[in-house]
C-alpha cells in the first residue's frame, strides 16, 4: 500500500448551547461520554487521525482532523467568523428533542459559506436515542435540501452515527 500523505484539516462544530458538540467529540475522539452538562466556554480543540483515504488511484491521503468545538451561539458574531476562519468544513448540529435549536443552523451555515466557499458540511440531528419530534429533522432535512448536503441522526450517548459523521465530513475534504 502506498504511503498515505497526512494533512491537517480544521473542522468545526457549529450550534446553540446543549445541542451535544462537545459529547459528539469526546465520543469520537476517546469513545467515551459522559452524562454531567459541560458548557464550553469560547474554543476547545481536539484532534484525531482518521483512517487512509484512497481519493484516486494510486492517491491516499490520511486526514488529521484538528476538531474545534465552539460555544453554543445563540446568533452569528464576530468571535464565531473568528473560529470559523480557515475551517474546510463544518458539522452543523442541532438537538432532536429541542427544536428552537435548528433555526439557527441556517444562518450559521450561510456565513460559513461565504468564508469557506468550498467548505464541507455535514448537518447533523443529535440525542436520537431520546424520544424527539420529527419537526426537528424536517427542519434538518429542509436546511440539507437547500445547502446539498448531508444530514445524520446521531447519538453521541450510543455513539450511533458519531464517526460516520466526521467521516462523512472527511470525504468532502
Known amino acids: ?11 468545526c462544530l ?6 451535544g458538540k462537545t459529547s459528539l467529540v469526546e465520543r469520537f475522539v476517546h469513545n467515551r461520554f459522559g452524562e454531567e452538562y459541560l458548557t464550553t466556554v469560547g474554543v476547545r480543540v481536539s484532534q484525531k487521525l482518521l483512517p ?17 468545538d465552539i460555544a453554543g451561539v445563540e446568533k452569528f458574531d464576530r468571535m464565531t467568523a473568528t473560529y470559523l476562519k480557515g475551517a474546510a468544513g463544518v458539522l452543523a448540529v442541532a438537538d432532536l428533542t429541542r427544536p428552537t435549536t435548528a433555526d439557527i ?4 451555515l450561510r456565513e460559513f459559506r461565504e468564508r469557506n466557499a468550498d467548505g464541507g458540511i455535514v448537518l447533523l440531528g443529535n440525542k436520537n436515542d431520546l424520544t424527539y419530534s420529527e419537526s426537528v429533522t424536517e427542519i434538518l432535512h429542509a436546511i440539507g435540501k437547500q445547502f446539498q448536503v ?7 450517548k450510543t455513539g450511533n452515527n458519531v464517526e460516520q ?9
Open 14 to 19: 457549529i450550534g446553540r448551547f446543549g445541542v
Open 1 to 11: 500500500m502506498t504511503t498515505p500523505l497526512v494533512l491537517n484539516k480544521k473542522v
Open 150 to 156: 448531508p444530514v445524520l441522526l446521531t447519538s453521541a
Open 105 to 108: 443552523l441556517e444562518l450559521l
Open 52 to 68: 487512509p483515504l484512497e481519493k484516486a488511484p494510486g492517491q491516499v491521503v490520511q486526514y488529521r482532523l484538528l476538531i474545534w
Open 165 to 173: 459523521a466526521f467521516l462523512k465530513l472527511a470525504e468532502q475534504l
